[in-house]
């Protein structure tokens, strides 16, 4: 008589079941360490840029105080949009706007573009500056004991002013903030 082998129980899926689980979680751990290293990524990069910015910016700024310090008589107030030689753009006002930065040429006083102190320097980021008189500000008061000294600056303590801005690209100027990234500093000279 021939003997058959019992019926196996009916399997229900349960290990089906859990390694389905189990590849859900990975799958989610995945993806979320994937976000991670994307977020991280861009972190890094505007990281870098804002670096680049920097550098550049104060490339700027420096160069307009070896500028200021290379001349030997106080700078004239620009006349051109596109100054060629050293010249202030204005006189820091005494009031909340003297605050703000104007890289645009709309109040026909115009900006410098780095070219380094040999002319020819050239950096991967668009670097302006200008340079303002502060010597009236606040409380910041001219050494000039001469009233000629003080109408042609010799003799006397005379405070500039730098503002500096860095953007990527080229093209009309940006405002200081998110697009662009702007520096200042004072200056003391004496001219003789």
């Not at 550098?55 to 051109?80: D, I």
């Amino acid at each position: 008589m021939k003997r058959f082998a019992p019926m196996p129980a009916r399997q229900h899926g349960a290990v089906l079941f859990v390694a389905l689980i189990m590849l859900l979680i990975i799958t989610l751990l995945a993806v979320t360490s994937m976000r991670e290293v994307t977020m991280e990524s861009r972190i890094t990069g505007n990281l870098m840029e804002e670096k680049r910015l920097r550098t550049a910016a104060e490339s700027a700024q420096r160069e307009s105080e070896r500028r200021l310090a290379n001349v030997n008589v106080a700078p004239e107030v620009c006349t051109s949009t596109t100054p060629t030689t050293l010249c202030i753009q204005e006189i820091v006002p005494n009031t909340a706007d003297g605050y703000k930065t104007f890289f645009t040429t709309s109040t026909g006083k115009g900006y410098f573009t780095y070219s380094g102190l040999d002319g020819g320097t050239t950096l991967d980021r668009t670097a302006r500056w200008y340079v303002r008189d502060a010597t009236s500000v606040g409380n910041i008061q001219t050494t000039c004991t001469q009233a000629e000294d003080y109408l042609s600056g010799n003799n006397c303590v005379n405070y500039y002013e730098v503002n500096a801005q860095s953007f990527q690209g080229s093209g009309a100027s940006k405002s200081c903030g998110a697009d662009a990234l702007c520096v200042r500093s004072v200056v003391a000279a004496i001219y003789n």
